[in-house]
C-alpha cells in the first residue's frame, strides 16, 4: 500500500503562485509515474502534469509553462509550482501515483485563485 499526503494549497490572487508538495510513504517498491490531477466545481478530474521515474514530464496544455512539475525519486515525493495563476486555476488538486500496475491518490488539497 501508497499513501500519499500533500500540502501547500491555499487561496491566491490572479497572477500569484502556489507551490503543491506530496509525499509518498507504506510500502513502496516502486513508483513509476507521479502526478497531479484537479477537479474543480462541477467538472470532471483532470490531468495537470505527470511525470516519469525517469523524469520525462507530460503537462496539461492549459498549465504548460506555467505550471512546473519535479520529483525526487530518493524521498519519493512530487512538487507542482504553479505560477501566473488564474481563476479557472480554482480546483481540488489531487497527488497520483503509479506503482506495479496500480493507481494511488492523495486526498486533496484546494487551490483557489481569486480575481
Known amino acids: 500500500q501508497v499513501q500519499l499526503v500533500e500540502s501547500g494549497g491555499g487561496k491566491v490572487q490572479a497572477g500569484g503562485s502556489l507551490r503543491l508538495s506530496c509525499a509518498a510513504s507504506g510500502t513502496i517498491f516502486s513508483i513509476n509515474v507521479m502526478g497531479w490531477y484537479r477537479q474543480a466545481p462541477g467538472k470532471q478530474r483532470e490531468l495537470v502534469a505527470t511525470i516519469t521515474s525517469a523524469g520525462y514530464t507530460n503537462y496539461a496544455h492549459s498549465v504548460k509553462d506555467r505550471f512546473t512539475i519535479s520529483r525526487d525519486n530518493a524521498k519519493n515525493t512530487v512538487s507542482l509550482q504553479m505560477n501566473s495563476l488564474k481563476p479557472e486555476d480554482t480546483a481540488v488538486y489531487y497527488c497520483?501515483?503509479?506503482?506495479?500496475?496500480?493507481?494511488?491518490w492523495g486526498q486533496g488539497t484546494q487551490v483557489t485563485v481569486s480575481s
Open positions: 497520483a501515483a503509479s506503482s506495479l500496475g496500480r493507481d494511488y
